[in-house]
Nanobody
Framework: QVQLVESGGGLVQAGASLRLSCEAS????????MAWFRQAPGKERECVAS????????LYADSVEGRFTMSRDSAKNTVYLQMNSLKPEDTAVYYC???????????????????WGQGTQVTVSS
């Protein structure tokens, strides 16, 4: 099994930055591509960023392109989401998720996302 634990959320003002972390433990050798999702109250969960197994390619939602950066440190079994210029509409619970055995380009569909973290709250005040 794989466990994913997110951290780094909090309450910030608009324009501020936060860096989320997601550390994997357990059978981490089975993890390939990873992604960050978010879910705001009353809204569907949406993918905000995805990274391929090598950490060499990323994919972002239009709403965060240019403001968010996803990266991974394979030696630490950790992925990060650097969030800059935060807006009130970024307020949500942020989840990281992982796929097994996907070695293609980053993707944001939920198919094959076997592992999920418990989420971390990000609140951006205006």
């Amino acid at each position: 099994q794989v466990q994913l634990v997110e951290s780094g959320g909090g309450l910030v003002q608009a324009g501020a930055s936060l860096r989320l972390s997601c550390e994997a433990s357990g059978r981490t050798f089975s993890i390939s591509a990873m992604a960050w999702f978010r879910q705001a109250p009353g809204k569907e969960r949406e993918c905000v960023a995805s990274i391929n197994w090598a950490g060499s390619s990323t994919l972002y939602a239009d709403s965060v392109e240019g403001r968010f950066t996803m990266s991974r440190d394979s030696a630490k079994n950790t992925v990060y989401l650097q969030m800059n210029s935060l807006k009130p509409e970024d307020t949500a619970v942020y989840y990281c998720a992982a796929r097994r055995s996907w070695y293609g380009p980053p993707r944001c569909d939920t198919s094959g996302l076997e592992y999920w973290g418990q989420g971390t709250q990000v609140t951006v005040s205006s």
